[in-house]
């Protein structure tokens, strides 16, 4: 982005001649480090850093989205590109792993447990549902990671094969109807044969709105630790104080 386009909050496309408006960043929460005690501020700030990457996760997901939308547009221009076909496939593959990397910092990287002054602010009923509703969303976020990931091993044999196609009522594990979906698209539809079933994700605009009402749902329930109640700087004040006249 050129700096004239940063500050106007527009992405140009050149393929299209048009600017596009850019939603606005979620910001996430700053911790009054210097108000904790010692032996918390390195857990501390690892974990501020871990917070901070759920807006990041979905900036990146915002980019997938848009270069699948550009891609499309480009498309409408000449359907034969096979260029174009790859770059939907591309964008696809990496929405599907930010939204896992969202789901591992969301359901297991924001542990407050070896900060205590903070954990005590944090508004567990707004935690427990935002991780809830990622959880009901996406239950296959793990699954599209690994095929995504492992893909040339996922097929390399016909037992594999076998294992991640399409089964059939009373099909084994390692004999299916042999109809395997190889990273497939149908409209903005991702999908993928995984384990004899077919798993997928939409990458769209309604899936980035719900990325990011989950990240601000879950950004709410840090409010009290962002700022620090009086009554946690008094307690932490008076925890410094004693351990200052232990022997």
């Given at each position: 982005m050129l700096p004239e386009e940063e500050e106007a909050g527009y992405t140009v496309v050149p393929f299209e001649g048009v600017c596009q408006p850019m939603p606005s960043s979620i910001l996430s929460p700053m911790f009054r480090l210097e108000m904790?005690?010692?032996?918390?501020c390195q857990s501390a700030w690892n974990l501020q850093n871990s917070i901070g990457r759920l807006s990041s996760y979905?900036?990146?997901?915002?980019?997938?989205?848009?270069?699948?939308d550009h891609t499309l547009a480009l498309l409408k221009t000449d359907r034969s590109n096979r260029q174009y076909w790859r770059w939907c496939h591309i964008a696809a593959r990496e929405?599907?792993?930010?939204?896992?990397?969202?789901?591992?910092?969301?359901l297991n990287g924001c542990s407050f447990k070896p900060c205590p002054s903070l954990g005590s602010l944090v508004s567990a009923s707004h935690m427990k549902l935002a991780r809830k509703r990622f959880a009901a969303k996406f239950p296959n976020a793990t699954a599209l990671?690994?095929?995504i990931a492992h893909d040339a091993e996922a097929y390399d044999t016909e037992e594999k094969r076998g294992i991640h196609a399409l089964r059939s009522k009373g099909a084994t594990a390692t004999k299916g109807t042999g109809l395997v979906?190889?990273?497939g698209?149908?409209?903005?539809?991702?999908?993928?044969t995984f384990e004899g079933r077919i798993i997928s994700y939409d990458l769209d605009e309604k899936t980035l709105?719900?990325?990011q009402e989950i990240t601000i749902q879950f950004y709410q329930s840090l409010e009290r630790v962002e700022r620090l109640s009086p009554q946690l700087?008094?307690?932490?004040a008076l925890d410094r104080e004693v351990r200052s006249q232990e022997p």
């Amino acid at each position: 982005m050129l700096p004239e386009e940063e500050e106007a909050g527009y992405t140009v496309v050149p393929f299209e001649g048009v600017c596009q408006p850019m939603p606005s960043s979620i910001l996430s929460p700053m911790f009054r480090l210097e108000m904790l005690p010692e032996e918390e501020c390195q857990s501390a700030w690892n974990l501020q850093n871990s917070i901070g990457r759920l807006s990041s996760y979905v900036a990146a997901f915002e980019a997938a989205v848009a270069l699948y939308d550009h891609t499309l547009a480009l498309l409408k221009t000449d359907r034969s590109n096979r260029q174009y076909w790859r770059w939907c496939h591309i964008a696809a593959r990496e929405g599907a792993m930010t939204v896992y990397h969202f789901g591992c910092v969301l359901l297991n990287g924001c542990s407050f447990k070896p900060c205590p002054s903070l954990g005590s602010l944090v508004s567990a009923s707004h935690m427990k549902l935002a991780r809830k509703r990622f959880a009901a969303k996406f239950p296959n976020a793990t699954a599209l990671r690994n095929i995504i990931a492992h893909d040339a091993e996922a097929y390399d044999t016909e037992e594999k094969r076998g294992i991640h196609a399409l089964r059939s009522k009373g099909a084994t594990a390692t004999k299916g109807t042999g109809l395997v979906i190889h990273s497939g698209l149908v409209d903005r539809s991702f999908q993928t044969t995984f384990e004899g079933r077919i798993i997928s994700y939409d990458l769209d605009e309604k899936t980035l709105r719900f990325l990011q009402e989950i990240t601000i749902q879950f950004y709410q329930s840090l409010e009290r630790v962002e700022r620090l109640s009086p009554q946690l700087r008094q307690r932490i004040a008076l925890d410094r104080e004693v351990r200052s006249q232990e022997p």
